[in-house]
């Protein structure tokens, strides 16, 4: 099918290689920071995600990283495998007075597995 | 995990016509969002609808434009009104539910093209 973000950034990475993808978001009062891969012609779906009082989680081969001091956002993929070819988002979630949650996404990275 | 489908899962409509998006959940939830992706653009929430109450829309979309309907806890429409090319995008539902209240769901979209 089609793909989304036809026009985003694109990293491009050898398979094998560890991916890094960055992410800057705006609300340095969101409470949890989320990751989401969206592979073409799918809806995006939750990687991994990170509370605010944390710098680093990690996963099963993905890591993420929180400065807040520069309200920066970054995933890690450890050997990268083509199955990870996809457009990566973050996102924030912030808790509202209601007790729901708002999210804002960001602008998305294109990653690229080559073999 | 909540299991999400959509219908139609793309569509090419002529301006100044409707298109009515379904979004149907395996399980029952409180809250479903709608989004829209434009091409080469992230997400960006045009409503929250809750079951029995009026939906929420987010600042730059409006009720006459994008009608929902929530009739129950498993299932919602958004409708897409008097389309213009400028209404071309990704149109996904997604629900809250997992192990953590903020972890969202998608379903996997609808691909609406107007001529």
């Known amino acids: 099918g089609e793909s989304v973000g036809l026009h985003l950034p694109t990293l491009s990475v050898q398979e094998g290689d560890n991916s890094i993808i960055n992410c800057a978001y705006s609300?340095?009062?969101?409470?949890?920071f989320i990751w989401y891969k969206q592979e073409s012609g799918k809806g995006p779906q939750f990687i991994i995600d990170?509370?605010?009082?944390?710098d680093k989680r990690q996963g099963q081969r993905v890591t993420v990283l929180l400065n807040k001091t520069v309200k920066h956002l970054s995933l890690q993929i450890a050997a990268t495998q083509p199955g990870d070819s996809a457009v990566y988002f973050c996102?924030?979630?912030?808790?509202?007075?209601?007790?729901?949650?708002?999210?804002?996404f960001g602008t998305g990275t294109r990653l690229k597995v080559l073999a | 995990s909540a299991v999400i489908s959509q219908k139609p899962s793309r569509d090419i409509c002529q301006r100044g016509t409707s298109l009515t998006i379904q979004c149907q959940v395996d399980?029952?939830?409180?809250?479903m969002f709608w989004y829209r992706q434009q091409p080469g653009q992230s997400l960006t929430l045009i409503a929250t609808?809750?079951?029995?109450?009026?939906?929420?829309?987010e600042s730059g979309f409006v009720i006459d434009k994008f009608p929902i309907s929530r009739p129950n806890l498993t299932f919602s429409t958004l409708t897409v009104s008097n389309m213009s090319p400028e209404d071309s995008s990704i149109y996904l539902c997604?629900?809250?539910?997992?192990?953590?209240?903020?972890?969202?769901?998608f379903g996997p979209g609808t691909r609406l093209t107007v001529t």
């Open positions: 609300n340095s009062a969101s409470d949890y």
């Open positions: 399980s029952q939830v409180t809250m």
């Open positions: 997604s629900v809250v539910g997992g192990l953590a209240p903020y972890e969202q769901y």
């Open positions: 996102a924030e979630a912030n808790l509202l007075t209601s007790g729901t949650y708002k999210y804002i």
């Open positions: 990170i509370r605010s009082n944390m």
């Open positions: 609808a809750n079951q029995g109450s009026e939906a929420t829309y």
